[in-house]
């Protein structure tokens, strides 16, 4: 069986001194991301596989203190010492960070996360509950939205999947294409923070969608590896 080649990241933003680097899921993702942290004098500490399904372990979870190398949740702390990388498909991932603390959150923003289900609070809301507890207030954070699927491709059958929508049909009606039901994740999330106080000028997105992005793996497209998403801080 011939060694995966590594590759170098399909986008990289960099927030102070923190980097975020996204990996074509279809091109050896995690060895490209091995090395590109080791390139960068740091090591992946923390590989997040976060949960498919509501009510699953680490569902809506964000980890401040994670102690094993491999974990289950939507959210993970990143600061000095503690790097993470993160998979996904066609769901977007966002890092939330206070540069002048040093600290910040790689967050799986998939509909299950999203979605403000019985205890009203989604992954969005979870992690900034998280910087507020560790002193960051809201205007002082910046975000950066990765690659996800585009309300274009991200639809959805209106009456099949009622249960799926019911927590966006209810909370944010305008996100959902009420013919194609396509859903705006981004937008969704961009929303989000800004109702929170993140300044709007301090919100990013890379502007790829999974789907249409051949740098990037699509489960709608048809790809059965996942994107990763690293993030670490120099």
Not at 101 to 114: E, Q
Not at 182 to 191: A, F, N, S, T
Not at 203 to 215: A, L, Q, S, V, W
Request: charged share 25%; proline share 5%; aromatic share 8%.
């Amino acid at each position: 069986m011939p060694l995966a080649t590594a590759v170098e990241p399909t986008a990289v933003k960099r927030l102070g001194n923190f980097t975020i680097a996204t990996f074509n899921g279809k091109q050896s993702a995690l060895t490209s991301a091995l090395k590109f942290t080791r390139d960068h004098n740091t090591d992946l500490k923390h590989i997040v596989s976060p949960p498919s399904k509501l009510g699953e372990p680490g569902f809506q979870a964000v980890i401040v203190y994670p102690s094993d190398h491999h974990i289950s949740a939507d959210g993970v702390m990143v600061q000095k010492g503690q790097s993470a990388g993160m998979y996904s498909r066609d769901c977007p991932i966002l890092f939330l960070c206070d540069q002048s603390r040093g600290h910040g959150l790689l967050l799986h923003c998939g509909r299950p996360a999203m979605g403000k289900w019985s205890g009203g609070r989604n992954i969005v809301s979870e992690a900034l509950y998280t910087m507020e507890s560790w002193e960051s207030r809201p205007e002082d954070l910046s975000a950066y939205i990765t690659a996800g699927i585009s309300k274009k491709w991200f639809t959805h059958d209106l009456e099949k999947d009622q249960e799926l929508l019911a927590p966006f049909l209810r909370d944010v009606p305008w996100a959902i294409d009420e013919k194609t039901g396509g859903m705006d994740v981004i937008e969704i999330i961009r929303v989000q923070l800004m109702e929170a106080r993140v300044i709007q000028d301090q919100i990013f997105h890379d502007g790829r969608c999974t789907y249409e992005d051949d740098g990037l793996a699509s489960k709608r497209g048809g790809d059965a590896d996942s994107n990763f998403t690293a993030a670490f801080i120099t």
